[in-house]
Protein backbone atom coordinates (compact mmCIF):
# COMPACT_ATOMS: atom_id res chain seq x y z
CA UNK A 1 0.00 0.00 0.00
CA UNK A 2 1.75 3.19 -1.15
CA UNK A 3 2.15 6.30 1.39
CA UNK A 4 0.66 3.96 4.81
CA UNK A 5 3.17 5.86 7.16
CA UNK A 6 3.85 2.54 8.97
CA UNK A 7 6.90 1.22 8.47
CA UNK A 8 8.61 -0.86 10.34
CA UNK A 9 5.04 -1.70 11.91
CA UNK A 10 3.17 -5.56 11.40
CA UNK A 11 0.48 -4.11 9.80
CA UNK A 12 -1.58 -7.20 9.95
CA UNK A 13 -2.95 -5.82 13.35
CA UNK A 14 -3.98 -3.40 11.50
CA UNK A 15 -6.02 -5.00 9.05
CA UNK A 16 -9.45 -5.27 7.56
CA UNK A 17 -10.50 -8.11 4.95
CA UNK A 18 -14.23 -9.06 6.07
CA UNK A 19 -16.18 -7.85 2.93
CA UNK A 20 -19.09 -6.97 6.06
CA UNK A 21 -16.68 -4.68 8.13
CA UNK A 22 -15.54 -3.02 4.88
CA UNK A 23 -18.72 -2.52 3.43
CA UNK A 24 -20.02 -1.21 7.01
CA UNK A 25 -17.21 1.72 7.11
CA UNK A 26 -17.39 2.72 3.58
CA UNK A 27 -21.70 3.56 4.23
CA UNK A 28 -20.21 5.15 7.43
CA UNK A 29 -17.76 7.39 5.45
CA UNK A 30 -20.49 8.41 2.81
CA UNK A 31 -23.45 9.04 5.55
CA UNK A 32 -21.45 11.27 7.33
CA UNK A 33 -19.69 13.30 4.33
CA UNK A 34 -16.28 12.36 5.52
CA UNK A 35 -13.44 13.89 3.44
CA UNK A 36 -11.16 11.49 1.39
CA UNK A 37 -7.56 12.44 1.09
CA UNK A 38 -5.89 11.12 -2.47
CA UNK A 39 -2.46 10.99 -2.85
CA UNK A 40 -0.56 9.35 -5.67
CA UNK A 41 3.24 8.19 -6.07
CA UNK A 42 4.91 11.55 -6.87
CA UNK A 43 3.02 13.42 -4.27
CA UNK A 44 -0.09 14.81 -5.76
CA UNK A 45 -2.96 15.35 -3.23
CA UNK A 46 -6.72 16.05 -3.81
CA UNK A 47 -9.62 16.19 -1.38
CA UNK A 48 -13.01 14.55 -2.29
CA UNK A 49 -16.04 12.70 -1.16
CA UNK A 50 -17.77 9.71 -1.52
CA UNK A 51 -20.94 9.93 -3.30
CA UNK A 52 -22.17 6.50 -3.61
CA UNK A 53 -21.08 3.35 -2.09
CA UNK A 54 -22.23 0.49 -3.89
CA UNK A 55 -21.36 -2.84 -2.36
CA UNK A 56 -23.68 -5.27 -4.39
CA UNK A 57 -21.91 -4.03 -7.55
CA UNK A 58 -18.61 -3.22 -6.19
CA UNK A 59 -17.47 0.06 -6.92
CA UNK A 60 -17.19 3.16 -5.31
CA UNK A 61 -18.26 6.81 -6.96
CA UNK A 62 -16.35 9.84 -5.77
CA UNK A 63 -16.80 13.70 -6.28
CA UNK A 64 -14.32 15.34 -8.39
CA UNK A 65 -13.73 18.76 -10.15
CA UNK A 66 -13.97 19.40 -14.15
CA UNK A 67 -10.31 20.39 -14.10
CA UNK A 68 -7.30 19.82 -11.82
CA UNK A 69 -3.99 19.07 -12.64
CA UNK A 70 -3.30 17.14 -9.61
CA UNK A 71 -5.83 15.12 -9.94
CA UNK A 72 -5.14 14.40 -13.79
CA UNK A 73 -1.64 13.70 -12.94
CA UNK A 74 -2.61 11.17 -10.15
CA UNK A 75 -5.10 9.40 -12.48
CA UNK A 76 -2.57 9.02 -15.18
CA UNK A 77 -0.31 7.47 -12.57
CA UNK A 78 -2.70 4.79 -11.95
CA UNK A 79 -1.83 4.30 -7.93
CA UNK A 80 -3.98 6.69 -5.73
CA UNK A 81 -4.25 5.75 -1.84
CA UNK A 82 -7.00 7.04 -0.29
CA UNK A 83 -7.17 8.37 3.75
CA UNK A 84 -10.10 9.43 6.19
CA UNK A 85 -10.53 9.46 9.57
CA UNK A 86 -13.97 8.49 11.24
CA UNK A 87 -14.04 8.97 15.01
CA UNK A 88 -10.56 10.30 14.93
CA UNK A 89 -9.42 6.99 14.02
CA UNK A 90 -7.15 6.80 10.58
CA UNK A 91 -8.98 4.57 7.68
CA UNK A 92 -6.66 3.87 4.57
CA UNK A 93 -7.26 2.05 1.67
CA UNK A 94 -6.05 1.80 -2.21
CA UNK A 95 -8.56 2.98 -4.78
CA UNK A 96 -7.77 0.22 -7.69
CA UNK A 97 -9.04 1.40 -11.31
CA UNK A 98 -10.04 4.39 -10.48
CA UNK A 99 -11.04 6.96 -13.43
CA UNK A 100 -13.12 9.77 -14.58
CA UNK A 101 -16.36 9.38 -15.49
CA UNK A 102 -19.15 11.83 -16.95
CA UNK A 103 -22.48 11.79 -15.09
CA UNK A 104 -25.68 14.10 -13.98
CA UNK A 105 -23.46 16.05 -11.65
CA UNK A 106 -20.58 16.57 -14.15
CA UNK A 107 -17.30 14.91 -13.52
CA UNK A 108 -16.93 12.08 -11.11
CA UNK A 109 -14.68 9.38 -9.99
CA UNK A 110 -15.46 5.92 -9.89
CA UNK A 111 -13.16 3.15 -8.75
CA UNK A 112 -13.42 -0.55 -7.31
CA UNK A 113 -14.28 -1.54 -4.53
CA UNK A 114 -11.45 -2.10 -1.72
CA UNK A 115 -10.61 -5.82 -0.65
CA UNK A 116 -8.55 -4.40 2.14
CA UNK A 117 -8.63 -1.76 4.07
CA UNK A 118 -6.70 -0.18 7.69
CA UNK A 119 -7.75 0.90 10.58
CA UNK A 120 -4.83 2.62 12.56
CA UNK A 121 -6.49 1.90 15.75
CA UNK A 122 -4.63 -0.52 18.26
CA UNK A 123 -6.68 -3.95 18.76
CA UNK A 124 -6.71 -3.06 22.90
CA UNK A 125 -8.19 0.39 22.46
CA UNK A 126 -11.48 -1.46 20.12
CA UNK A 127 -14.49 -0.62 22.42
CA UNK A 128 -17.71 -1.90 21.82
CA UNK A 129 -20.70 -1.60 22.84
CA UNK A 130 -23.23 -4.94 24.06
CA UNK A 131 -25.83 -5.97 21.34
CA UNK A 132 -28.82 -7.46 22.91
CA UNK A 133 -30.44 -7.49 26.01
CA UNK A 134 -28.26 -10.03 27.41
CA UNK A 135 -25.59 -7.52 28.47
CA UNK A 136 -22.47 -8.98 29.67
CA UNK A 137 -21.78 -8.78 34.00
CA UNK A 138 -19.17 -8.41 35.96
CA UNK A 139 -19.46 -10.21 39.69
CA UNK A 140 -16.95 -9.02 42.52
CA UNK A 141 -16.77 -8.02 46.19
CA UNK A 142 -17.14 -4.40 47.34
CA UNK A 143 -13.23 -3.49 48.31
CA UNK A 144 -14.84 -1.89 51.47
CA UNK A 145 -17.60 -3.38 52.23
CA UNK A 146 -16.97 -6.85 53.43
CA UNK A 147 -19.32 -9.76 52.63
CA UNK A 148 -21.05 -7.27 49.84
CA UNK A 149 -21.21 -9.05 46.46
CA UNK A 150 -21.86 -6.93 43.40
CA UNK A 151 -23.84 -7.64 40.47
CA UNK A 152 -22.93 -4.99 37.59
CA UNK A 153 -23.75 -4.57 33.93
CA UNK A 154 -21.06 -3.75 31.31
CA UNK A 155 -21.44 -0.99 29.47
CA UNK A 156 -18.85 -1.18 26.92
CA UNK A 157 -15.47 -2.75 26.84
CA UNK A 158 -12.13 -3.17 24.81
CA UNK A 159 -9.30 -5.53 25.36
CA UNK A 160 -7.70 -2.93 27.87
CA UNK A 161 -10.28 -1.76 29.97
CA UNK A 162 -14.48 -1.47 30.44
CA UNK A 163 -17.16 0.69 31.42
CA UNK A 164 -19.31 -0.46 34.25
CA UNK A 165 -22.94 0.83 35.09
CA UNK A 166 -22.93 1.73 38.98
CA UNK A 167 -26.65 2.12 40.16
CA UNK A 168 -27.57 4.57 42.91
CA UNK A 169 -27.60 3.24 46.01
CA UNK A 170 -24.73 1.20 45.94
CA UNK A 171 -21.88 2.44 48.16
CA UNK A 172 -19.47 4.17 46.25
CA UNK A 173 -16.12 2.13 44.94
CA UNK A 174 -12.94 4.06 45.93
CA UNK A 175 -10.56 4.60 42.94
CA UNK A 176 -6.94 3.51 42.11
CA UNK A 177 -7.66 0.12 44.19
CA UNK A 178 -7.31 -3.44 42.81
CA UNK A 179 -9.84 -5.29 42.67
CA UNK A 180 -9.29 -9.01 42.17
CA UNK A 181 -10.78 -11.72 41.50
CA UNK A 182 -13.57 -11.18 39.20
CA UNK A 183 -15.91 -12.73 37.13
CA UNK A 184 -16.77 -11.30 34.11
CA UNK A 185 -19.65 -13.18 31.95
CA UNK A 186 -19.79 -12.39 28.38
CA UNK A 187 -22.44 -14.64 27.70
CA UNK A 188 -23.71 -17.88 28.83
CA UNK A 189 -21.37 -20.10 27.56
CA UNK A 190 -18.23 -17.78 28.58
CA UNK A 191 -16.43 -16.63 31.98
CA UNK A 192 -13.70 -15.00 32.65
CA UNK A 193 -11.49 -14.74 35.92
CA UNK A 194 -10.50 -11.23 35.65
CA UNK A 195 -8.65 -7.77 37.77
CA UNK A 196 -9.39 -4.72 37.25
CA UNK A 197 -8.44 -1.19 38.46
CA UNK A 198 -11.18 1.49 38.77
CA UNK A 199 -9.81 4.43 37.61
CA UNK A 200 -12.19 7.20 37.22
CA UNK A 201 -15.89 7.44 37.89
CA UNK A 202 -18.40 9.27 35.42
CA UNK A 203 -21.74 10.85 35.97
CA UNK A 204 -24.33 9.63 33.11
CA UNK A 205 -27.68 11.64 32.71
CA UNK A 206 -30.01 12.00 35.49
CA UNK A 207 -32.75 10.10 34.29
CA UNK A 208 -30.46 6.67 34.53
CA UNK A 209 -30.17 6.92 38.18
CA UNK A 210 -26.43 5.60 38.42
CA UNK A 211 -22.98 6.38 37.03
CA UNK A 212 -20.57 4.72 34.89
CA UNK A 213 -17.11 2.88 36.28
CA UNK A 214 -14.02 3.49 33.81
CA UNK A 215 -12.05 0.23 34.56
CA UNK A 216 -8.75 -1.16 33.48
CA UNK A 217 -8.34 -4.44 33.00
CA UNK A 218 -4.62 -5.91 34.07
CA UNK A 219 -3.06 -8.67 33.04
CA UNK A 220 -5.15 -9.23 29.67
CA UNK A 221 -2.82 -11.62 28.18
CA UNK A 222 -4.48 -14.48 29.96
CA UNK A 223 -7.85 -13.43 28.26
CA UNK A 224 -6.79 -11.74 25.45
CA UNK A 225 -8.09 -14.39 22.85
CA UNK A 226 -11.72 -14.87 24.29
CA UNK A 227 -12.25 -11.47 24.85
CA UNK A 228 -10.99 -10.41 21.68
CA UNK A 229 -13.34 -13.07 20.06
CA UNK A 230 -16.32 -11.85 22.12
CA UNK A 231 -15.28 -8.68 20.61
CA UNK A 232 -14.52 -9.02 16.96
CA UNK A 233 -17.94 -11.13 16.58
CA UNK A 234 -19.79 -7.92 18.35
CA UNK A 235 -18.09 -6.08 15.66
CA UNK A 236 -19.33 -7.89 13.04
CA UNK A 237 -22.72 -8.41 14.45
CA UNK A 238 -23.03 -4.44 14.89
CA UNK A 239 -21.72 -4.06 10.91
CA UNK A 240 -24.22 -6.31 10.01
CA UNK A 241 -26.94 -4.93 11.61
CA UNK A 242 -25.96 -1.56 9.84
CA UNK A 243 -26.19 -3.19 6.38
CA UNK A 244 -29.62 -4.69 7.25
CA UNK A 245 -30.95 -1.29 7.73
CA UNK A 246 -29.93 0.36 4.35
Same mark, same amino acid.
Given at each position: ?74 ? #? ?26 ? #? ?57 ? $?????? $?? !??? !? ?5 ? !? ?23 ? !? ?13 ? #? ?25
Amino acid at each position: MAGDGKRGMDLDEFRITSPTEIASLMIRLEAERCLLSLSGPQGDVFTTLLQEVDPTHRRLQLSAEDSNDRLDAML #EQGEVTAVAYLDRIKLQFDLDGLHAVRG #ERGRQLRAAWPEVLFRFQRRDTFRVQPLGQKAPMIHFRHPERSGLELHLRVLDLSLGGL $GVFLPD $GV !PPL !PTGVKIS !PCRLDLDDQTSLTVEMVIHHVTSIH !PQTQGSKLGCELLHV #ERIDRALGDYINQTQKRRAALSLERR
